[in-house]
């Protein structure tokens, strides 16, 4: 699905003019049956005043409402999907401004077989559309006042207010869904799902990782890596930026408390130079007291969930959680893999909060969740024969024009028809 940089070159971009209507997804008929049908978002319950929520009301009152808020939507969302408790389900959010990367988003997600595809959906054309294309939602419009935003043909990301508001957002949609007794595979638009990460989020100690998450690194995850290479550089991946591109976190008790965390960093901020990624990476990074281990510890853990079941639910958490006790690492568990640099690295908070339990990190490999320099710049996954999960189409300075592009470049783009 990948093709090498020998591809004929692309049809020129669409015009960056208004957005084009949203596409009609295409789909068969037993993805059109497990999708379960979605009526208008703004039914009896399942939404609040917009107007009530402000993007730049930071007082704990109105973050208190709006958390409540999302808590509250989620539940009827997923009763009216039927997820189950302890289920996981695979989310994006967007805006209309990135109506064509939502869709060629879900093609890929339906196209691998996520479990359980999901939209947050930011304002209230994303959600009417997946009212009317049968795609589960959460109405989470009311935690926006999009009318109060500004975006240039590149998307919101150079307004920094605006690009705020839209990640703070999407953390309390994230709480409402954890609030739900859901794990949150959430991964954004400009990502295109190239395989089916279930297995591998289900194997080794990743299995019982309360987050994992992608990197900004440009180097793979190779653990007998020189400290420095010949340019000078360091290749450890644990240097560079967690990337919440792709990221899952699980409904346990450390799970939840970690989003909790950063949500109280982003709305206590006034730096608008620090966005809801910067957050995360300060409060994975400096609040928690990570140390890199080479295997979690399964004891004392905060692997409780929601409700007190302990690895809860049908999801990956249970299925698994059995079979990697008696393995003390993924370098005894996977030695080839590990030897590619195809398995995580591990992080864990060894001196947790009582009411937590260890806080457990996997920073997932980027040859396996490779980002938009590893795959499309140095080639990473196509040097090493590697197939990859997820590609994050990031490192491209041109906002959604390029992504488009880039996208089509590596024959990816299924919105041509």
Not at 76 to 86: E, I, L, Q, S, Y
Request: charged share 20%.
């Amino acid at each position: 699905p990948l093709p090498s940089p020998d591809h004929p070159p692309p049809s020129p971009p669409p015009s960056p003019s208004s957005p084009p209507p949203l596409p009609p997804i295409e789909r068969s008929a037993d993805s059109a049956r497990e999708s379960t049908a979605a009526t208008a978002a703004a039914t009896a319950g399942d939404s609040l005043d917009s107007a009530t929520l402000a993007p730049t009301d930071q007082s704990e009152n109105a973050t208190a409402a709006a958390t409540t808020v999302a808590a509250d939507d989620a539940n009827p969302a997923v009763g009216r999907h039927g997820f189950p408790r302890g289920a996981m389900v695979s989310a994006t959010f967007a805006t209309a401004e990135l109506q064509d990367l939502l869709a060629n988003w879900l093609s890929h997600a339906e196209a691998v077989g996520l479990l359980n595809i999901f939209v947050i959906a930011l304002d209230t054309k994303v959600a009417a559309w997946c009212a009317e294309q049968q795609v589960p939602f959460m109405d989470a419009s009311h935690l926006i006042v999009k009318e109060q935003f500004t975006h240039s043909v590149k998307g919101f990301r150079e307004h920094k207010r605006s690009f705020n508001a839209i990640g703070i957002a999407k953390v309390l949609a994230l709480q409402g869904l954890l609030a739900a007794g859901l794990d949150v595979l959430l991964s954004d638009a400009d990502v295109v799902w190239v395989g089916n990460p279930l297995a591998y989020l289900g194997s080794g100690h990743l299995a019982v990782a309360d987050i994992a998450v992608t990197s900004d690194c440009i180097f793979t995850f190779e653990p007998e890596r020189p400290e420095r290479d010949v340019f000078g550089q360091v290749p450890d991946p644990s240097r560079a930026e967690f990337n919440t591109g792709v990221l899952l976190i699980r409904a346990t008790a450390a799970g939840r408390a970690f989003v909790s965390r950063w949500e109280t960093s982003q709305r206590e901020s006034n730096d608008m130079d620090l966005h809801d990624q910067s957050h995360f990476n300060r409060v994975a990074k400096r609040g928690n007291g990570l140390q890199p281990v080479e295997g979690f510890i399964l004891q004392s853990s905060g692997g409780e969930r929601e409700g007190g079941e302990e690895g809860g639910g049908e999801g990956l958490y249970r299925s698994v959680r059995g079979e990697i006790t008696n393995v003390e690492n993924d370098r005894e568990a996977f030695p080839e893999e590990w030897r590619k640099g195809l398995r995580p690295r591990y992080f864990q908070t060894l001196n947790p909060k009582a009411d937590e339990g260890h806080l457990r990190l996997a920073l997932l490999p980027t040859g396996q969740f490779p980002n938009g320099h590893t795959q499309f710049v140095s080639h990473i996954p196509a040097r090493t024969n590697t197939q990859p999960l997820a590609v994050h189409n990031t490192y491209q300075y041109s906002g959604g024009v390029g992504k488009v592009a880039r996208f089509r470049e590596a024959g990816v783009w299924n919105m041509d028809g």
